[in-house]
């Protein structure tokens, strides 16, 4: 089957393609990521790994697959004390995710899957998808990439935040994102409640907003989980294509 960037195509030939098609909108975040880490990082991810995946398993599809521009913005207002960041409310995320629906059923497009790189944008994007479904008739779905990875696969926390992992994988990708990083000690466990989502901003301040230990990431492991990502993410457009 084909593979589009809906940038790149015309409006003749997306109008052709968006009935059967699946749309695949990344998205991420501009936010800081630590001192190393570029603020693109959650965008950068999303995107790489949604064409990657597309790429690899579009002549197999049962349907044609069309990747949508990134969204480069997600809710990161957790993020403003730090600087760097550009954050949009839950609010606004979720409404410009509708809109997007909105454009893409007027557009005659009837399946749509959001590619999340960012833990901010997790809940909005399950909303959003929801909502979509039932307002708009699209067939929505919603991943967020990082949960693809192989189970066992390592101990390193996932997706944390400019840690070990996203620091791994934008090694992989293109080491010109990835400053100096320096030692550090685990940074201090903060308060914790089994099966329960505890979130204060103090958290984020005491642990100097990025987790665990990027000193520790490895371009070489990086490129290999973006691979198994990226294939997962392909088997996963496979099945949808049957499905959505």
């Known amino acids: 089957m084909t593979l589009v960037r809906w940038q790149h195509g015309n409006r003749s030939e997306l109008g052709e393609l968006l009935p059967e098609a699946i749309v695949v909108l990344p998205l991420g975040a501009t936010e800081q990521h630590g001192p190393h880490l570029a603020t693109g990082t959650d965008w950068i991810l999303a995107e790489a790994v949604s064409l990657r995946a597309a790429s690899l398993v579009h002549e197999r599809a049962a349907r044609p697959l069309v990747v949508a521009p990134v969204l480069p913005f997600g809710a990161s207002d957790h993020h403003l004390p730090f600087g760097g960041t550009l954050s949009l409310s839950p609010e606004t995320l979720l409404a410009v995710l509708l809109d997007v629906a909105r454009s893409l059923q007027a557009d005659g497009a009837r399946r749509l899957l959001l590619v999340n790189g960012h833990g901010g944008n997790t809940g909005v994007c399950h909303a959003a998808a929801a909502t979509a479904s039932a307002r708009y008739n699209l067939n929505a779905a919603h991943v967020d990439y990082w949960s ?32 100096e990083r320096k030692e550090r000690p685990d940074p201090p466990v903060g308060a914790a409640v089994d099966d329960v989502a505890l979130h204060t901003a103090e958290s984020w301040q005491r642990i100097d907003g990025y987790t665990d230990r990027p000193e520790l990431a490895d371009p070489a492991i990086g490129r290999k989980w973006f691979d198994q990502l990226a294939a997962a993410l392909g088997d996963r457009l496979l099945e949808l294509a049957e499905v959505l």
């Open 148 to 179: 693809l990875r192989s189970a066992g696969s390592s101990d390193v926390p996932v997706p944390g935040h400019a840690g070990q992992f996203e620091t791994a994988l934008m090694l992989g990708l293109d080491a010109g994102f990835v400053a």
